[in-house]
């Protein structure tokens, strides 16, 4: 479901100082209205829009917001079958090593603290290997909390 103008307005206010949102903080209300946009695609819009200091309208909220950007729902379910297909066993456990060096150079690479932050949250099991289901419910809760 896509946020009404309203809903937009109510997000744009909560995040305002003074009624001024900076071109800074465009990911995080285009995030706190459901979506997740990447990284790359947030400074790219923060440098469309003037530099980080500029100030933006509800405008141009809803203008980044309308984008195309994956919703955290889709994201899980699609790194749950990512798991998936790495579990040739279909047990349900990743190595922790294997999942560091996945996480820390593919797509949008985590830095070894985001990583490590992530496991320190996750039960390992004498091997070194964690149950991937857990692993995905805490990098969801910690993304879009």
Known sequence: KMATKDEISDVYKVFSKNG??????IG????????NPLQKDVEGWIKELGGPSKSISVDDVTKYYKKNSPKPRDQERDMREAFKVLDMQ???????AELRQILCSLGEPLTAEEFNLLMSKCEM???GTIMYDQFVDIAAW????
């Open 90 to 96: 279909g047990k349900g456990f990743i190595n922790e």
């Open 125 to 127: 099991d004498d091997e």
């Open 20 to 25: 001024n949102v900076d071109a800074s903080m």
């Open 28 to 35: 995080t209300l285009v995030r706190a209205l459901g979506k």
């Open 142 to 145: 910690e993304s879009f909390s």
